[in-house]
């Protein structure tokens, strides 16, 4: 199973790392990373990621996994990453993003009438790119699997590894990275935390102070 992971400056580091993590340790997969030109990308922050190859080398993938990021806007308006979006998703088995990787599909036209999911402050411009937008952590329809924000995507990929490889494969992943969240809050949703912190985080999101 060849998954690839393509990365640009500015995407959300987690929103490739974390998937990357659980679907490197899947028996026989292969995960690459593929960028405007191979070489090095940053990521918001400052962290640095290696794209393996360019664009135009990748033409076929049985795995499209697409992260988000403030990086992904001015792609959004980018005919090449759109056509290769395109071209690539027409031969993949799963088509996949995380967390604003949804509005990058969207804007290549694939999520037309399709349920998907992305980060909760973005599913009013997911609708408006033709998306039914859905809450919860990702959400399946056909072929495409989409997350929630960041940490949403190491939900998704162990659900792929399940769909896949079956639920063992999938919990001795989950397993073997100690994935057990247990934070001290529980406001990792905007249904669960407190409604002056959701309003703070929209207005940090808006621009604010």
Known sequence: MRVTIPIYDGLAALDAAGPYEVLRNAPGWEVGFVGDEPGEVRAE??????????????????????PGGLGCRPLMRDER?????????ATTRW???????SLLLGAAGLLDGRRATTNWLELEQLAE?????????????GRLLTAAGVTAGIDMAIHLVAAELGPEVAQAIQLG?????DPPFDSGSPEKAPPEIVALVRQVAAGGE
Request: charged share 25%; hydrophobic share 45%; glycine share 14%.
């Open 81 to 89: 990453w759109l056509g290769w979006l395109r071209a690539v998703d």
């Open 95 to 101: 088509t996949t993003s995380v967390c604003t990787g």
């Open 45 to 66: 922050g400052g962290l640095g990621l290696l794209a393996d190859r360019a664009l135009e080398e990748v033409a076929e993938t049985d795995v499209l996994l697409v």
């Open 177 to 181: 990275i100690e994935y057990d969240p």
């Open 129 to 141: 790119l033709g998306a039914d937008p859905v809450g919860g952590r990702f959400v399946e329809d």
